[in-house]
């Protein structure tokens, strides 16, 4: 999702299953960063093929697919306090 000059990208998969990490490119500077990995506690559970926007300071992630079944949970993830909300 895009948040100002940076894209905000949540979960997926990856060679070694389902992903949890919170990263950032800075599409300005180029740069890119990992705001939290996988082994965070901070972040929604590892998923894919979820939906994700961003409204104010907060990703909003809904559903998705985990290893078992799919999600129907929401979330909001504070993108400043890199925290995780669920409603």
Do not use: W
């Amino acid at each position: 999702v895009s948040n100002g000059s940076d894209l905000i990208f949540f979960g997926g998969e990856g060679e070694s299953g389902l992903l949890k990490d919170v990263s950032s490119f800075d599409t300005e500077k180029k740069i890119y960063s990992c705001i939290n990995d996988s082994s965070s506690t901070k972040a929604p559970s590892a998923r894919r093929s979820h939906s994700a926007s961003v409204v104010g300071r907060n990703m909003v992630i809904f559903g998705g697919k985990n290893e078992k079944e799919i999600c129907g949970d929401l979330n909001l993830y504070d993108i400043q306090k890199e925290k995780d909300e669920k409603c």
